[in-house]
């Protein structure tokens, strides 16, 4: 049974962490403090707990209502960040960096995300805001009741214990929250606020992931404010998400395994990647491992239970990204001969650093109000990798939390004369390109480009930086040239624990 933790990093993170190994800090210092519109912000450093990269940047805050059906109700301050162009003349209308999640913070998560920003950097200023609900825009966090303790024993737990816990967390938020407000509608009406405050005439959307589905929410309300829009990794409107995403871990494990099965090298020292992951899920289910190993952040000795879950969530985490797939052949094989220390080590890795990443309770209200009214449990699933259990286990938290609403057209496909530039990764499980082709066909002033060999998350990839930058400056993607995706080289089908072991 996957736990809330294993539930929490939908969307957008785990290439972030990829991005951590190679994200520079952005040296330029901010000046002092300067006015955009009628808010004034101040020299602040944007940064992530546990990760290295800095960001100088320029902060500032706004006050909105949490409800805006109730006059003279309670407010809510929103975070800011105004990360400044190095161009002496930048151009006028800022880029907006949509996080994904849902329930990552923005400002938190672009240091990382900074090298796949630098071109655009060059050329326009890149506004930042938390989402309600996470980082410093009034975090929903319920730290005695979701804590690491009790999201590991969820793994051997059922739905009414996930229903429990999210019925203890909504009670420790207190009565003063009211978490029906916390929406992508509620965001995208956060965002307006915050453009008129500014005092922008228009603004560059760029979403990753679930960023898409709150980019083109945007651009179906306001599309005079949105001059252009970059989708990576798109969530189409209609899609209830959760509903596919056994079937899409499937294709693309089976996919990111077939490399493996077409290496003699690969089958010749790991067999059937395939055949030992089904082993060993069947095996930790009856039987889970307790392993002694290091911890990989802190080295502290440890000793903790490896389940069947907790292998489907290392699988799933690591299909976002390619080059860490990679590691899976020898891992699994390691595992088969009874050696469980290295995947232990992964999967407590995941379990600290995605998890700190992510603001649950703003996760749950998102969901709840915009994608359980849609989720059905699926019994062909039953069989798969990730099983029916994330649907099981949302619809179970959702039957214990305050559903927001949202517009009657909220899950009709967007029609946009703007111009649009959709992302996708080949291989990615989450978001697959098939989600960029549908959201294309309503957006007649748009280009879908598919990153060959690449995961979740790919604007950061090869020459997917400039390629950005320049359909942004042009806001024309259909005069974009795209040649260069063609050199891109698909990561090697299997790795070491040191990378690449031909």
Not at 192 to 218: C, F, H, K, M, P
Not at 400 to 412: L, N, Q, S
């Amino acid at each position: 049974m996957p736990s809330l933790q294993s539930i929490r990093g939908v969307f957008g993170i785990l290439v972030t962490l990829v991005a951590t190994a190679v994200a520079p800090a952005h040296a330029s210092p901010a000046p002092v403090s300067v006015s955009y519109g009628s808010l004034a912000f101040t020299p602040c450093t944007l940064s992530q707990a546990g990760q290295a990269q800095t960001v100088s940047a320029r902060c500032a805050t706004l006050r909105v209502p949490e409800d805006r059906s109730v006059t003279n109700g309670r407010t809510i301050e929103l975070a800011l960040a105004w990360v400044p162009s190095s161009a002496k003349s930048p151009a006028t209308d800022p880029v907006v960096m949509l996080a994904g999640g849902p329930g990552q913070s923005a400002l938190e998560a672009f240091p990382t995300a900074y090298p796949a920003f630098r071109d655009i950097l060059r050329q326009r200023h890149v506004l930042l805001v938390d989402q309600r609900g996470a980082g410093k825009s009034n975090p929903l966090e319920c730290p005695r009741t979701l804590n690491d303790e009790a999201l590991r024993l969820l793994d051997t737990a059922g739905p009414d214990e996930a229903r429990r816990l999210t019925a203890a967390c909504l009670q420790e938020l207190g009565p003063n929250v009211d978490v029906r407000a916390y929406t992508t509608s509620a965001y995208v009406d956060d965002l307006e606020d915050v453009r008129r405050a500014l005092d922008i005439a228009q603004v560059n959307l760029v979403g990753v992931s679930y960023g898409t589905r709150v980019g083109l929410e945007y651009l179906r309300r306001h599309p005079k404010a949105v001059r252009s829009v970059v989708l990576d990794s798109v969530v189409p409107p209609p899609l209830f998400l959760g509903n596919e995403h056994a079937k899409n871990l499937e294709a693309a494990v089976a996919a990111q395994f077939e490399r493996c099965t077409a290496d003699p090298e690969c089958t010749r020292r790991f067999g059937s990647p395939r055949t030992r992951l089904d082993d060993l899920l069947q095996q930790l289910h009856e039987h889970p491992r307790t392993v002694a190993y290091r911890d990989p952040l802190t080295n502290e000795a440890r000793q903790d239970e490896f389940s069947d879950v907790a292998l489907a969530s290392v699988v799933r985490f690591y299909s976002y990204a390619p080059q860490l797939f990679g590691m899976l052949p020898m891992l699994l094989n390691e595992a088969a001969n009874g050696q469980f220390e290295n995947l232990m080590a992964q999967s407590r890795m995941m379990e600290q650093l995605i998890g700190e990443q992510i603001y649950v309770p703003l996760q749950l209200s998102v969901m709840c109000a915009e994608d359980a009214p849609g989720m059905r449990s699926d019994p062909a699933d039953a069989g798969t990798i990730l099983g029916t259990e994330f649907v099981d286990y949302t619809l179970a938290q959702c039957a214990a939390w305050p559903h927001g609403t949202m517009p009657k057209d909220f899950h009709e496909a967007v029609k946009s004369g703007n111009p649009v530039l959709l992302l996708s990764g080949e291989l990615d499980p989450v978001t697959p390109p098939r989600y960029g082709d549908e959201v294309q066909r309503t957006l007649p002033n748009s280009k879908h480009f598919v990153f060959r060999g690449q995961g979740h998350g790919v604007m950061g990839v090869g020459c997917g930086p400039r390629l950005v930058a320049e359909f942004i400056a042009a806001a024309d993607a259909r005069a974009l040239d795209a040649q260069c995706l063609d050199q891109l080289q698909p990561a090697p089908p299997f790795g070491g624990s040191y990378g690449w072991d031909p």
